[in-house]
C-alpha cells in the first residue's frame, strides 16, 4: 500500500471514529412556478447505488443545526440556505457496524429549502448522479420506509402552508 493511501485511510478511520451514533437528514427542495421539487443523491455503486437524500453523521461537538449545514455543504456544493424547518420526522434504526457499542442510530429529518437556482456538485466519492423529482417520482426513487415518510411528511407541512 502506498503511504498516501494509508495516510487516507487512516484519516478516514479517524472521522468514523469521531462520529456519534447520531444522524441527519436534509431533505433539499425548492419552489418553481409554485411547485416543490425534491433533490436525492444517487448513491455510487460500490455504495450500493440508492436514491437518497443529503444524510450523514454528526461529529464530537457539533450540533444538529450545524452537522446539517456541512453535510449539505459536502454533498452538493450548496452553501446558502433559505430556511430550515426542523421536527419533520425522527426515527432510529439498527447498525451494528456504525461505532463499536453503539447499536441504534438516531436520524432527525430536516427540510431545507435552497434557492432554485443554486447549482449542485457532487464530489463522485460519495454520489453519482442528482435529480430534482416531484413529490410521487421522489417516492418512487427513495429506497428506505423511513426517507418515504419524512419526505411525504415534509411535502405534508409545506403544502398546508399554501
Same mark, same amino acid.
Given at each position: 500500500?502506498?503511504?498516501?493511501?494509508?495516510?487516507?485511510?487512516?484519516?478516514?478511520?479517524?472521522?468514523?471514529?469521531?462520529?456519534?451514533?447520531?444522524?441527519?437528514?436534509?431533505?433539499?427542495?425548492?419552489?418553481?412556478?409554485?411547485?416543490? @421539487?425534491?433533490?436525492?443523491?444517487?448513491?455510487?455503486?460500490?455504495?450500493?447505488?440508492?436514491?437518497?437524500?443529503?444524510?450523514?453523521?454528526?461529529?464530537?461537538? +457539533?450540533?444538529?443545526? +450545524?452537522?446539517?449545514?456541512r453535510e449539505v455543504l459536502e454533498?452538493?456544493?450548496?452553501? =446558502?440556505?433559505?430556511?430550515?424547518?426542523?421536527?419533520? @420526522?425522527?426515527?432510529?434504526?439498527?447498525?451494528? @457496524?456504525?461505532?463499536?457499542?453503539?447499536?441504534?442510530?438516531?436520524?432527525?429529518?430536516?427540510?431545507?429549502?435552497?434557492?432554485?437556482?443554486?447549482?449542485?456538485?457532487?464530489?463522485?466519492?460519495?454520489?453519482?448522479?442528482?435529480?430534482?423529482?416531484?413529490?410521487?417520482?421522489?417516492?418512487?426513487?427513495?429506497?428506505?420506509?423511513? =426517507?418515504?415518510?419524512?419526505?411525504?411528511?415534509?411535502?405534508?407541512?409545506?403544502?398546508?402552508?399554501?
Open positions: 500500500m502506498s503511504f498516501d493511501r494509508e495516510i487516507s485511510y487512516t484519516f478516514a478511520w479517524f472521522l468514523f471514529c469521531m462520529r456519534l451514533p447520531v444522524q441527519v437528514q436534509a431533505i433539499l427542495f425548492k419552489k418553481i412556478s409554485g411547485r416543490l @421539487h425534491y433533490l436525492l443523491l444517487k448513491r455510487t455503486p460500490e455504495k450500493e447505488g440508492f436514491w437518497q437524500p443529503v444524510t450523514g453523521g454528526l461529529e464530537e461537538g +457539533e450540533t444538529k443545526v +450545524e452537522a446539517l449545514g454533498e452538493t456544493g450548496i452553501k =446558502n440556505i433559505a430556511r430550515i424547518i426542523d421536527d419533520v @420526522h425522527y426515527f432510529e434504526y439498527s447498525d451494528s @457496524h456504525f461505532i463499536k457499542g453503539y447499536h441504534f442510530i438516531k436520524e432527525y429529518v430536516f427540510g431545507v429549502e435552497v434557492h432554485p437556482t443554486e447549482k449542485i456538485v457532487i464530489d463522485g466519492k460519495e454520489h453519482s448522479q442528482f435529480k430534482w423529482c416531484s413529490l410521487q417520482e421522489a417516492l418512487e426513487l427513495l429506497k428506505w420506509d423511513e =426517507n418515504k415518510k419524512a419526505l411525504s411528511r415534509l411535502d405534508e407541512i409545506l403544502t398546508a402552508k399554501r
